[in-house]
């Protein structure tokens, strides 16, 4: 099983970024895919997450509005849109594939069965 992000970088406030998640190794279809964040001295939290099944979404209250989650079935790969970056958006951000349905309470376990290693966004002036 293999998870990959890419698209982190260095954006001024105000700017974008699309983040990538593209996996291998499991049955794209059974599961949700969430995006998650740490920034420094914080706990990791999640931000995003969609279902592929159904293509059910969620986002965190902090995001709505500003970020957009989506999935390219064919290339087994789901996409992060961030818009209007802020400086408090700075962290690494991890996809993670589970079989629980997409929502707060996927976040509220704090689980998933993979991981990804992250990439990092820097949102600085």
């Known amino acids: 099983v293999q998870l990959v992000e890419s698209g982190g970088g260095l954006v001024q406030p105000g700017e974008s970024l699309t983040l990538s998640c593209t996996t291998s190794?499991?049955?794209?279809?059974?599961?949700?895919i969430g995006w998650f964040r740490q920034a420094p001295g914080k706990e990791r939290e999640g931000v995003s997450c969609i279902s592929i099944g159904d293509m059910s979404t969620y986002h965190i209250d902090a995001v709505k509005g500003r970020f957009t989650i989506s999935s390219d079935n064919a290339k087994n790969t789901v996409y992060l849109q961030m818009n209007r970056l802020q400086v408090d958006d700075t962290a690494v951000y991890y996809c993670?594939?589970?079989?629980?349905?997409?929502?707060?309470?996927?976040?509220?376990?704090?689980?998933?069965?993979?991981w990804g290693q992250g990439t990092r966004v820097t949102v600085s002036s």
């Open positions: 190794g499991f049955t794209f279809d059974d599961y949700t």
């Open positions: 993670a594939a589970d079989t629980l349905r997409c929502g707060a309470y996927y976040f509220r376990s704090k689980q998933s069965d993979y």
